[in-house]
């Protein structure tokens, strides 16, 4: 299997000729996964054994970012190809606009038989997501029904291919996993390797997540300054973050071999990655709201089949919107996505410079108490819209209140160390603000289109920490 799979990418690098059967496509979110908390990428502790395992048979792209800091515009630029500026998909307007093309209408325009699992109601009709999808499962929607053995996404799945998977199509299949995403309660069998006791696992769920709480009451203690999280809390959010994240690798692992029992590796492509990152301190910041970090920003992105080198890492910058013409362009169909947006299996550039923004955070502050969120509160200094210019080396962050902060990713990758912007290079400085003035240009928001007002996404988002 091995060497007829090595001679699938061998083909795909070659660019075999047009008889070739088209490329199914598997896209799998580990929705709120930052990268340097994976063991694929470095992180000391066991997070990932399942991609470490894939990482040799794929390319893992060491320097991937993301759109934006949360799941609605870094989903809307995955599936459009465009940056948030044109899709216009964010805080201020929740609904994808009817006149851009979304990837699912463009594989089944192709021929594609499309499938997607969603565990978040970001991805849903709610927002207009869902489109060009044949069929849809909200595994949102059924969270609080009783659990069947096994993971319920997994069984989604092995059920499409057992009942509705038409083989003589090329398949779609996209799934959002939410286990690393706030509130962090993983399993005991899964955070036993990051806790120093089931006592301390039952201990640190209780009191950073009580019930009904949700992801919603750490950040109102934290950022309200009430009772902010202290020096000793950070570590056991870690503990729990890092149980999650081996909760999610066991089911993407699962998800991945039912696929390849069904859909054949050797003519699938397979991407895994993250939609954002998250912060456990950075900054001082919990959850991945009111910041542009690289905490928030980077993301995890594998990517395995015809055209990808097995074991590269690959350190060029690449965004969430690579994927869209890289998908195209291997399903035959020529993209009509943003021009700035790259086919992964082409060349990369090697000075690109990456935009990502946030807009005014409208929807984060519904997640605080009236006396919390007016003015003259502890939220003050986050009510702002931002925009970030990543290049291979420097990066700017400007926000709407004047306040600009530039950082030296290569001296310091954390961004612990601000650079003083008289001291900046006059070129690297007037280059990342031309870069941010020239693609400011937003789309119109579309008319009303705030949170959904459908119960269930709302009791959904409520859980994830959205909203109250």
């Known amino acids: 299997m091995r060497s007829r799979f090595l001679a699938a990418v061998a083909c795909g690098l070659a660019a075999c000729g047009p008889a070739q059967k088209p490329l199914n496509v598997v896209v799998i979110v580990m929705d709120t996964a930052r990268p340097d908390y994976l063991s694929v990428y470095g992180h000391p502790r066991p997070t990932t054994p399942f991609l470490a395992a894939l990482a040799p048979a794929a390319t893992v792209y060491d320097r991937a970012y993301s759109t934006s800091c949360w799941t609605l515009p870094a989903h809307a630029s995955l599936f459009s190809g465009e940056p948030n500026e044109v899709h216009g998909t964010e805080q201020e307007n929740t609904r994808f606009p009817a006149g851009l093309p979304l990837l699912a209408e463009q594989l089944a325009a192709a021929g594609y038989q499309t499938a997607g699992f969603s565990n978040n109601p970001w991805i849903s009709a709610a927002t207009g997501l869902d489109r060009g999808f044949e069929s849809f499962v909200d595994r949102w929607r059924a969270a609080g029904e009783p659990r069947a053995p096994g993971h319920p996404t997994t069984a989604a799945i092995t059920s499409w291919l057992a009942g509705t998977r038409d083989a003589s199509r090329p398949a779609f299949v996209f799934v959002n996993l939410t286990e690393p995403h706030m509130p962090y309660r993983p399993p005991w069998k899964h955070a036993a390797e990051f806790s120093a006791s089931e006592a301390e696992w039952r201990a640190a769920i209780a009191e950073l997540f009580p019930p009904r709480s949700g992801a ?40 991945v071999r039912a696929l390849d029992e069904a859909l054949d590796p050797e003519n699938t492509l397979l991407f895994v990655l993250s939609d954002h990152g998250e912060n456990l301190g950075d900054h001082d910041h919990v959850n991945h709201v009111f910041n542009l970090y690289e905490s928030n920003l980077r993301i995890a992105l594998i990517a395995r089949g015809p055209g990808f080198a097995p074991g590269a890492r690959e350190r060029r910058l690449v965004q969430i919107t690579d994927l869209y013409p890289t998908i195209l362009a291997a399903a035959g169909r020529p993209p009509p996505g943003s021009r700035a947006a790259l086919d992964l299996r082409g060349r990369l550039e090697e000075e690109r410079v990456l935009r990502a923004s946030l807009d005014w955070p409208r929807i984060t502050l519904t997640v605080f108490p009236p006396d919390v969120a007016a003015d003259g509160g502890p939220l003050d200094p986050y009510k702002r819209a931002l925009a970030a210019a990543v290049g291979p080396r420097w990066k700017l962050i400007r926000g709407s209140d004047g306040v600009v902060e530039a950082y030296d990713l290569q001296a310091d990758p954390h961004e612990t160390r601000p650079v003083d912007l008289e001291r900046l290079e006059p070129r690297v400085h007037a280059a990342l603000a031309a870069f941010l003035e020239r693609t400011d240009a937003r789309a119109a928001p579309a008319e009303g289109a705030g949170l959904p007002t459908d119960p269930a996404a709302l009791d959904a988002l409520r859980a994830l920490g959205y909203t109250r």
């Open 216 to 255: 919603s009451g750490l950040m109102v203690r934290h950022y309200a300054r009430r009772e902010p999280l202290a020096a000793s809390d950070w570590p056991r959010l870690a503990s729990l973050y890092e149980g999650d994240l081996r909760a999610c690798d066991e089911v993407v692992g699962e998800i």
